[in-house]
């Protein structure tokens, strides 16, 4: 996979089309990686001890890698 974390990515394909992120971490093995502020999704997460709240939490789902490309890679 040439996708790394912090690079810039625009999707190409998806109902995110057109959107641009910083990859936040990578599924070498399922080829999917997740952008930072695109496809979110809602979670219910339950309160545990150590958390102050629980409650529906927005966060990011993988997307495959082929539906994105790279627009800057970050410095190595």
């Keep these: 996979m040439k996708i790394r974390k912090d690079d810039v990515v625009k999707v190409i394909a998806g109902a995110d089309r057109g959107k641009q992120g ?3 971490r990578t599924v070498p093995g399922a080829d999917r990686i997740f952008v ?3 496809r979110l999704v809602k979670r219910h997460k339950k309160q545990v001890q150590g958390q102050a709240t629980g409650g529906i939490v927005e966060m990011e789902a993988a997307i ?4 994105v490309k ?3 890679k970050a410095s190595r």
């Design 22 to 24: 910083r990859v936040i």
């Design 70 to 72: 790279v627009v800057s």
């Design 64 to 67: 495959h890698v082929s539906n």
């Design 36 to 38: 930072e502020k695109v």
